[in-house]
């Protein structure tokens, strides 16, 4: 039979060779037969292509022989997979080699897919490109991109600005997610982080040509802080002021789905959604909505009403159907909802979304039950933001810890083990097929990401291709050894820790030593690294030892006196950052900076350039040196004493040395960073740990000068007058002089040096020494305010009729607070709903709150103290103690919902009061609203006859009298 002109054009050499083919496909074929004889392949094989039309969509029949490829498909998607196959035995067998076989191949679910939360960390259009051609490779075929979330938003909508322009901008990122102590670092995160709806539509050109569909979420009606910080009125509290939020976890405030205005914003961002991606799905989301917010919404209750809804619980479901037939009607699409509707969803809507199981196995039958389709995404095992190893497995610089500990542990042989139909016996079609989902509460790389996704992607793509009973975890691993060089040569990163290490030779094993330390030759000379002659050695040795007859152990030597090399101390009088050096897995810290934070030291995960960071190095006499706050001029004080010494680390794990990590002691003890973002004293001096430090000289301050102008912008931006914390007007003026001479500044351009730098913080210093305003200035008896728990935020003080409990939202009047000043100086606090009174029995810890209206301001039980406190768990908020001052309000709401009396420095034994602007107190016995002046028509500097100033707060300017404005009297 004559040959396919392309097989006459192939470049091939068939032989016979003993040496094994590699055949470790993954995922693994349906059937595979191996052929006799090899096919030798110079270059890249293109195969012959036949149709053939009784093949599935999806299936492929290849046949490798020496004569070359024939690749059979009936459609693109079959032949893609097929061309994955044929590149996959040539990666597998890098000598050209090829086993000669015959596969006939097709998955067993339609829907194998990842998916990526990009609104806690954004990735890039190239950092997803990369991961969809590892995908691809792989078989997978859909992507769920999670774009939008209460911690940013990540799309362009036209109509909408400020989703962007505000949305997508939080002014702090978790960061270390695994321990007990969740470390909320202060940098602000998102400015400019999200896709144009040309970005989208490129990335969704680029996934369609590897056979990927790119599946859009915007998670309704929970899950919009961001949205809502952007436009309030989505909201169901439109007097209050929003913010994108930090904290992972779920917000009580979501949209107002009472309100027809709500709905058009829904669908006009909906719609361009629908006309961006191609795909036929879209998902609504749908999960982790609290009904709180819309139960004294008088727009949901009236929606509740005209749709017969039975009660908020109905909302929800309600407003997918809606949204769910508008699509389809519109736009011809499918959608998909995680699994909370399941229970509440109608027989009689004409939507039937298919359901993505995410809370446990069980739901698939639910979903089942009722007709409904799903996917498989249970949080265990197919969350990979979860560890994906044990404490036992993980190395000393594990690139990612986040999820929820140590203990929750999502390994590859858990992945592997999915059975997506185990609970549909009869209806397994129902099953689209599984998915893995990863969320990025914690993630801060794309490093990261790549490495939470592989090597446990290749289970779940051979879980979505290969029959369950037809998968053995002994086989999959043996294949999975094979697929390291192949993971390597796509350049992601992975985690290895089923991967059985190949022990390297011992010039092997010096070499790649030798390789590590001389890529840090460009810090030569600075502060911590070796000088130039110790790196031009090593240099040499390494290039001796590729020499015929070289031997290991001269290369080991010369790593070695490397090693013991003298570090360069920082140099006298120069700037420089003190940057983290930590890799450890429970605390990656590395490039963190060392900052003042007032009278503690704390650092920032993402380098600010902001003033803070900036030391300088002072020789002492002694021979110890100081490291002088180039902001504030105080010294950096360890173990006691700013007398400083820097030395190296101790051995850890695998490492014994790091180019430029050292330790800073003194006193006896070490400067070390801590999981709450605090850098404070101890005596771990191991390699890699929290205690390990770099410092980086800074020579040109332009960027410097530019994080002091965003500093002080930010200030400006957030500052409210009279309010807890702030500036006076004073500072707040002056700062506006300060922020005019360092725009004019950077206006003229050039190198900005340490002396101008210098001049310029130290106008910023003077504005810091203006006084705050006081915590009883702040409060006024003109409004009401809420009361929030400082360490269970999103917790609220309630009043009930017997006393104290709390809720998730302040949006009721119970949980509304008003204060009034006593003549012994305590607060009287209160309700709205109630005008009930807290107090206490008792002076003891465990004490209930008890309210009342019959109480007695002479009796110090009723009178309350406000002072701001730290606890013992570091979190600074406002203590509201009794008459004794050692206990304060209480609430754990996981234990009890009651508020108690416990010991003040206890961590939930402070809260944060703050004002509602738009609630205003009205007395009862009057009638008269208490309305101050507004901001406009407050004088900017009003003294009494005395020649005192009167406060700025709106609250203390004066209804009536005789006041001096500027040089003139005034009569109010």
Wanted: hydrophobic share 35%.
């Amino acid at each position: 039979m004559k040959k396919p002109l392309a097989l006459l054009l192939l470049s091939v050499l068939a032989c016979a060779g003993s040496v094994a083919q590699n055949c470790d496909l993954i995922p693994k074929p349906q059937r595979l037969t191996r052929l006799a004889g090899t096919l030798r392949v110079e270059g890249a094989l293109t195969p012959a292509y036949e149709t053939d039309a009784s093949l599935p969509a999806d299936a492929y029949r290849l046949t490798v022989t020496a004569e070359g490829a024939v690749l059979a498909s009936s459609a693109p998607a079959g032949r893609y997979y097929g061309e994955q196959t044929l590149l996959q035995l040539q990666m597998l067998n890098p000598d050209g080699t090829l086993p000669c076989v015959s596969i006939e191949d097709e998955p067993q679910f339609k829907y194998r897919g990842f998916h990526l939360d990009v609104s806690r960390h954004f990735f890039s259009k190239e950092a997803i490109k990369k991961v969809l051609d590892v995908m691809s490779f792989y078989k997978i075929n859909k992507f769920h991109w999670h774009l939008c979330d209460d911690q940013g938003w990540r799309v362009e909508i036209p109509e909408y600005p400020r989703l962007t322009e505000v949305g997508s901008i939080r002014k702090a990122s978790l960061t270390n997610k695994g321990g007990a102590t969740y470390f909320y670092d202060d940098t602000e995160y998102g400015r400019g982080l999200y896709y144009t709806l040309d970005d989208l539509r490129e990335v969704v050109d680029y996934a369609a040509a590897r056979q990927i569909e790119v599946i859009p979420e915007y998670d309704l009606p929970g899950h919009n802080v961001a949205a809502i910080a952007a436009y309030p009125e989505l909201s169901c509290d439109t007097t209050r002021t929003y913010e994108v939020r930090v904290m992972q976890g779920i917000s009580t405030d979501v949209l107002n789905v009472g309100s027809d205005k709500v709905i058009d914003f829904l669908k006009c961002v909906l719609g361009h959604l629908a006309e961006t991606f191609p795909s036929k799905y879209m998902h609504l989301g749908g999960d982790e909505c609290p009904t709180v917010a819309w139960e004294n919404n008088a727009d949901c209750q009236r929606r509740i009403q005209e749709e017969g809804l039975k009660d908020v619980k109905d909302l929800q479901p309600w407003l997918l159907e809606k949204l769910g037939s508008w699509l389809r009607d519109e736009y011809g699409k499918e959608v998909i909802a995680w699994d909370e509707l399941i229970d509440r969803w109608k027989p009689e809507y004409t939507v039937k979304p298919i359901m993505m199981v995410w809370r446990g196995t069980q739901y698939a039958a639910n979903a089942a039950a009722k007709g409904l389709r799903c996917i498989y995404v249970p949080s265990r095992p197919c969350y990979f933001d979860l560890m994906q190893c044990t404490v036992e497995q993980a190395e000393v610089d594990e690139p990612y810890q986040g999820g929820y500990g140590d203990n929750e542990v999502n390994s590859i042989d858990k992945v592997y083990a999915i059975n997506p139909v185990a609970t549909l016996q009869g209806k397994e079609g129902m099953c689209w097929g599984p998915q893995a989902n990863l969320w990025a509460e914690s993630l801060t790389s794309e490093t990261e990401m790549q490495y939470q996704y592989f090597p446990r992607m290749l289970a779940l793509a051979e879980v979505g291709w290969l029959h369950y009973d037809s998968r053995h975890w002994a086989d999959f691993r043996q294949r999975l050894q094979s697929h390291a060089a192949i993971l390597d040569r796509f350049g992601v990163a992975y985690g290895k820790h089923f991967i059985d290490p190949v022990e390297p030779t011992p010039m092997g094993a010096a070499q790649a030593e030798a390789e590590r330390l001389l890529q840090s030759r460009g810090r030569a000379g600075q502060a911590g690294y070796a000088e130039q002659e110790a790196y031009a050695a090593l240099d040499g040795a390494l290039a001796a030892s590729r020499q015929p007859g070289a031997e290991a152990e001269a290369l080991a030597e010369a790593v070695s006196r490397f090693k013991a090399a003298p570090l360069q101390m920082p140099e006298d009088g120069h700037t420089y950052q003190i940057t983290s050096a930590s890799t450890y897995y429970k605390a990656r810290y590395e490039g963190s900076t060392l900052y003042r934070d007032r009278d503690r030291l704390s650092f920032h995960y993402t380098p600010q350039q902001e003033p803070r960071e900036l030391w300088r190095c002072r020789h002492n006499a002694d021979g110890t040196l100081s490291l002088i706050s180039l902001l504030d001029g105080k010294p950096l004080v360890v173990g006691g004493t700013e007398a400083l010494s820097l030395s190296r680390p101790v051995e850890a794990t695998k490492y014994d040395y790091v180019p430029g990590a050292m330790l800073i002691g003194g006193g006896g003890k070490l400067l070390y960073a801590r999981s709450t973002g605090r850098a404070e004293d101890d005596t771990d001096a191991r390699l890699m740990y929290p205690g390990t430090w770099r410092l980086k000289e800074v020579q040109d301050f332009t960027a410097q000068l530019q994080g002091l102008l965003r500093l002080a912008q930010a200030e400006r931006d957030g500052w409210q007058e009279g309010t807890y914390g702030y500036s006076s007007r004073e500072g707040y003026d002056y700062l506006a002089t300060v922020i005019e001479a360092v725009e004019t500044r950077l206006g003229q351009g050039g190198t900005v040096s340490r002396e101008e730098y210098q001049h310029y913080a130290d106008m910023v210093q003077r504005y810091m020494e203006y006084p705050l305003v006081g915590l009883l200035e702040s409060i006024d008896e003109e409004h009401y305010f809420y009361i929030e728990n400082g360490y269970f935020t999103g917790t609220y003080a309630a009043a009930t009729s017997s006393g104290v409990t709390t809720l998730p939202s302040y949006a009721a009047d119970n949980a509304r607070w008003r204060f009034e000043r006593q003549p012994d100086g305590t607060m009287l606090i209160r309700n709205k709903e109630k005008n009930r009174a807290p107090y206490a029995m008792n002076s003891t810890g465990g004490t209930a709150l008890k309210t009342t209206t019959l109480f007695n301001t002479a009796n110090g039980k009723y009178g309350w103290t406000l002072q701001e406190v730290t606890t013992d768990q570091g979190n600074t908020a406002i203590a509201i103690l009794d008459k004794t001052g050692k206990f304060s309000w209480y609430a754990n709401p996981n234990n009890t919902p009651s508020v108690v009396l416990q010991p003040r420095d206890w961590g939930a034994s402070v809260w944060n009061i703050t004002r509602i602007k738009a609630d205003v107190y009205t007395d009862p016995a009057t009638g008269i609203t208490a309305l101050p002046l507004p901001a406009a028509a407050l004088p900017a500097v009003l003294y009494d006859l005395q020649g005192r100033r009167i406060p700025s707060a709106a609250s203390a300017r004066p209804r009536k009298g005789l006041y001096i404005e500027g040089r003139e009297k005034k009569l109010y």
